[in-house]
T-cell receptor
Framework: QKEVEQDPGPLSVPEGAIVSLNCTYS??????FMWYRQYSRKGPELLMY????GNKEDGRFTAQVDKSSKYISLFIRDSQPSDSATYLC????????????FGPGTRLSVLP | DTGVSQDPRHKITKRGQNVTFRCDPI?????LYWYRQTLGQGPEFLTY????????KSRLLSNRFSAERPKGSFSTLEIQRTEQGDSAMYLC??????????????FGPGTRLLVL
């Protein structure tokens, strides 16, 4: 079993839909959780950063962490074609980057 | 703040050749990371530097790989005697890590390597 699992997609939704992206993990020590967006042929860019359990909202994006279920989610409201990208979750037991473990990513297409 | 830059963006080489990639981090970022990303996978940690010191290397980093950050600014990643399995995107990221504060990594655009 991989440490971090993510449905690879592709996930296609119409413009304006609410998108739900998810990751599951096996390491109960993880307490820092991140979502990255990666456009084709570009490096990942950080979207959301959450520590421990709970919700965090930033504009159209909401990150949820349920540590008891070892499950994290990213919701995108009012999705736009410009949201079409691969979304990677990453997590770590420690604060520092050398410990980050990335999921394989979910490819999202938002159709106009 | 010009972002993290990597050079070259693409490299095609023949098996057995040596290749070298360069990463220029965001200025004043003390940490620099190298990752490898293959198709359909997330980035995998290879190694990182705090200033000029290489502090950790992944088991993925075979002895054909070497990385340097000689003056604590730019970094190079060299792969000797390339193999087809080395074909991947090589990503560099930098951050300013201070004790007690959250670390945010900023990624470069990557160097895509194809070994024929």
């Amino acid at each position: 079993q991989k440490e971090v699992e993510q449905d690879p997609g592709p996930l296609s939704v119409p413009e304006g839909a609410i998108v739900s992206l998810n990751c599951t993990y096996s390491n109960s020590a993880f307490q820092y959780f991140m979502w990255y967006r990666q456009y084709s042929r570009k490096g990942p860019e950080l979207l959301m950063y959450t520590y421990s359990s709970g919700n965090k909202e930033d504009g159209r994006f909401t990150a949820q962490v349920d540590k008891s279920s070892k499950y994290i989610s990213l919701f995108i409201r009012d999705s736009q074609p410009s949201d079409s990208a691969t979304y990677l979750c990453a997590m770590s037991a420690f604060q520092y980057g050398q410990n980050f473990v990335f999921g394989p990513g979910t490819r999202l297409s938002v159709l106009p | 703040d010009t972002g993290v830059s990597q050079d070259p963006r693409h490299k095609i080489t023949k098996r057995g050749q040596n290749v070298t990639f360069r990463c220029d981090p965001i200025s004043e970022h003390n940490r620099l990371y190298w990752y490898r990303q293959t198709l359909g996978q997330g980035p995998e940690f290879l190694t990182y530097f705090q200033n000029e010191a290489q502090l950790e290397k992944s088991r993925l980093l075979s002895n054909r790989f070497s990385a340097e950050r000689p003056k604590g600014s730019f970094s190079t990643l060299e792969i000797q005697r390339t193999e087809q399995g080395d074909s991947a995107m090589y990503l560099c990221a930098s951050s300013r890590a201070n004790k007690g504060t959250r670390e945010t990594q900023y990624f470069g655009p990557g160097t895509r390597l194809l070994v024929l």
